[in-house]
């Protein structure tokens, strides 16, 4: 079934999700998460990925709150794993992006709902502001998990960090390079040497200046913080990290699945690589629509990561920063 046909316009109107865009691949729906989930008919989707508020009180706009009671965060986020777990075919795939506190919480409750754990992905963080007595938080957890032996994996390749004969910095820093105390920066609680990722492997692909298998931790996402990049705040995420996702864990013709929309880089990844796609937003949606639009005009993103490879201008046909096998 393709997405258009999995939920009909009676139902959408029922569950009060308005059609906001609609390309050859995809429907974006302004209205609640799980309005969108419910609606959806049992075991329909290939891949969903979600990246909820995090419940630290960000403003998304009117009327939602991201400072819920504990218990109620809790019951919320079980409301909608449930539903995903319902939708997803089997050998499908479910994505959920958080912070480590809460992903400890999803975690234990798929583990309990049957779902197969995959991996618990750690995405640096670069800004890492020690609070209290802590460490700084240095990555966010990406969960992959799967309804069963997953249906697809596709081994994703990505470049190693950075030349090691050059003298560049591995790591982006954004705008916080200049503030770095000249002793060093404090102790993270991701303890990588980045060495371990310049060894080439038995895999890499030799046409390309040296690849690696895409490891647990992904130290290469950047953040968003340059205006000309960002379309909408809070929390947009790179679209080399939903890229890599997509690649991963479906093939061109399934469908993806993002419930918590924001500025639509799901969509536009999902675009990109040929899945077809739903997705719901319950605040403001004129970002996703403008960049979708763009895409559909041509217009593509620059986007520079993390390891030096910048400003790669893409045509809609290929993958960025990523390689399949
Ligand atoms: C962390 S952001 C997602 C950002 C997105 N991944 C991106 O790259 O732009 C979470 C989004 O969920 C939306 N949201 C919050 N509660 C929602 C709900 N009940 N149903 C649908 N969307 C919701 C917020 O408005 C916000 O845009």
């Known amino acids: 079934m393709l997405p258009f046909q999995l939920i009909s316009s009676d139902i959408a109107k029922q569950k009060e999700l308005h059609q906001i865009y609609m390309s050859e691949q995809g429907i974006l729906y302004q209205g609640d998460c799980l309005q969108l989930l ?15 508020p ?9 009327g939602i709150n991201d400072q819920m009671e504990l218990d109620k965060y809790l019951d919320w986020s079980q409301q909608w794993l449930s539903q995903c777990i319902r939708v997803i075919k089997p050998g499908g795939s479910l994505f959920v992006f ?5 992903c400890v919480e999803y975690g234990a409750y798929l583990n309990r709902r049957g ?6 992905v750690a995405c640096r963080m670069p800004k890492a502001f020690p609070r209290g007595k802590k ?12 309804k069963g032996e997953p249906a697809v994996f596709n081994k994703v390749y990505t470049p190693i960090q950075v030349c090691r004969h050059c003298s560049g910095e591995i790591r982006d820093y954004g705008g916080h390079r200049k503030s770095l105390n000249e002793k ?13 990722v310049w060894e080439n492997t038995p895999e890499a692909d030799p046409t390309e200046v040296l690849w690696t298998l895409a490891e647990e931790m992904w130290t290469d996402i950047p953040p968003v913080r340059h205006h000309r990049h ?7 995420l ?3 990290m939903l890229e890599r996702i997509i690649a991963m864990a479906s093939n061109p013709g399934q469908i993806v699945v993002d419930p918590f929309g924001g500025s639509g880089t799901t969509f536009y990844a999902a675009e990109k690589l040929h899945r077809y796609w739903i997705g719901s937003e319950i605040g403001d949606t004129e970002a996703a629509v403008d960049r979708l639009t763009d895409l559909t005009n041509g217009i593509v993103e620059e986007w520079e990561s993390a390891r030096g490879r910048k400003k790669l201008k893409q045509p809609k046909t290929t993958t960025s920063q990523l390689s399949i096998l």
């Open 38 to 52: 419910s609606a959806l008919p049992d075991e329909s989707v290939d891949l969903i990925f979600a990246d909820p």
């Open 54 to 62: 995090f419940n630290l009180g960000k403003d998304y706009g009117e």
């Open 98 to 102: 958080n912070l480590p506190k809460w």
């Open 115 to 120: 779902m197969c754990f995959r991996h618990w």
């Open 135 to 146: 460490m700084s938080p240095a990555h966010y957890g990406l969960l992959y998990y799967t």
């Open 184 to 196: 060093g920066i404090n102790l993270m609680d991701v303890w990588d040497m980045p060495e371990d």
């Open 230 to 236: 960002k379309k909408r705040i809070p929390n947009e």
């Open 238 to 240: 790179a679209p080399i």
